[in-house]
């Protein structure tokens, strides 16, 4: 009998967008989860669990090898030292890390010392280190918008993708960090035991990143 995948997807709508990408591929029967509230469900025709966690712990479950696969964004990758297998990208999940913040700190390269608050103390201290500039590490794990507009900080580091939330709160995006989309991670001895089945939904995966790489250029 066929082992049963692990699947570690980051709750939200990467998800879907996962489940989605997962369906068109033949990876996957399942369509959507957009109505599933579980946090475990299960692809009994293509013998494939899918976990729902917090974005972050998606690599903690794959390192642990709670989970064989996983979704993570590119962002948390470097902000974190998984030990993990990350063998390709997925064409979903665009979004960016940037620095942001209101009108009256337009001159924030210019402060001797700056307060940044941010869900990515590592990215950022390197960022700021690069460029010479001391700054007051604020860490926080949600709405982070919110701290220069209650004087907690003074500029933000923060995931952008439209863009429309900072607009709505009267902030200026400036400097981008870098450029974030959707990984897929393996779990190293889950790639060893379950090689053929792993590599069967890799290729699948691979062979869409390389029709779309050769449509972009």
């Not at 999940?93 to 009256?104: D, F």
């Not at 209650?150 to 902030?171: C, E, F, R, W, Y």
Request: proline share 3%.
């Amino acid at each position: 009998m066929d082992h049963t995948l692990k699947i570690a997807l980051p709750k939200g709508r990467m998800s879907e967008e996962s489940i989605e990408f997962f369906y068109n591929q033949n990876i996957s029967s399942l369509k959507n989860v957009s109505e599933n509230r579980q946090l475990i469900f299960n692809d009994e025709v293509k013998k494939i669990q899918y976990l729902l966690i917090r974005s972050k712990d998606v690599g903690t479950y794959v390192e642990q090898g709670a989970a064989d696969i996983g979704v993570i964004g590119y962002d948390l990758l470097l902000e974190n030292s998984f030990d993990v297998f990350v063998p390709a990208s997925l064409p979903f999940g665009n979004c960016r890390l940037s620095v942001a913040h209101p009108e009256k700190f337009n001159n924030w390269k210019k402060m001797k010392k700056l307060r940044v608050a941010t869900k990515y103390p590592k990215i950022t201290s390197k960022y700021f280190f690069e460029k010479g500039i001391n700054i007051q590490m604020i860490n926080l794990y949600g709405s982070i918008e919110l701290a220069p507009l209650t004087d907690i900080s003074d500029v933000i580091v923060d995931l952008v993708s439209t863009g429309q939330t900072l607009k709505a709160h009267n902030l200026y995006e400036s400097d981008v960090i870098l450029e974030s989309n959707a990984q897929i991670i393996l779990n190293s001895s889950s790639y060893v035991f379950h090689k053929k089945r792993i590599t069967n939904i890799l290729n699948k995966i691979l062979n869409v990143s390389l029709s779309t790489n050769a449509k972009n250029n």
